[in-house]
């Protein structure tokens, strides 16, 4: 039985990192964003970040962006910023035991993590007075766990090193 090649990932680019977060950041500004069930990209990409380099990408960096939200969705300022806080900090948590598991296994160790996003903001709306959004909510935190894997490969393509070593190349 022949098993699937081990890779031995290249570091991770400073440039690729950003520019994968503005672009989840564009995806989660469009107006189809804010459908019912639509996964939340800046979350994906950030716990993807924050598990795989988080040294590179840390709480700082999802406050920022959360802030970024915040102002795009008109929203009290600080509840997406301490919702991707909180975020960063279960996947810097729990880092190093999710790249040990296959694609269901990380896929049940991130769903904790949208859903208690999910969770801060709604209780930083209901504590100035807003009103429940009702549990067809949470299916934001289903659909950007289904997209874990999805996300995974695409952010991992650049780092992946050949399988079959050829001596004209330098890696």
Not at 119 to 143: K, Y
């Amino acid at each position: 039985m022949r098993m699937p090649p081990e890779y031995l990932l290249l570091p991770a680019n400073r440039a690729f990192i950003a520019a994968s977060i503005a672009g989840a950041l564009v995806l989660n500004l469009l107006p189809w964003g804010r459908s019912l069930g639509m996964p939340d990209f800046l979350a994906v990409v950030l716990v993807f970040w924050n598990i795989h380099q988080p040294r590179k990408v840390g709480i700082g960096v999802a406050f920022l962006v959360g802030l970024l939200m915040d102002v795009h969705a008109s929203a009290l300022l600080g509840e997406r910023a301490l919702a991707y806080s909180l975020l960063s900090y279960g996947a810097i948590a729990i880092h190093r035991r999710v790249v040990w598991f296959g694609p269901g296994g990380q896929m049940l160790h991130v769903l904790p993590l949208f859903l208690l996003a999910q969770c801060v903001v709604i209780a930083v709306r209901m504590a100035i007075g807003g009103p429940f959004p009702g549990f067809g909510w949470f299916l934001q935190s289903a659909s950007s766990t289904l997209l874990w894997p999805v996300a995974e490969l695409l952010l991992l393509l650049p780092q992946r090193r050949a399988v079959d070593r050829d001596d004209n190349r330098p890696l």
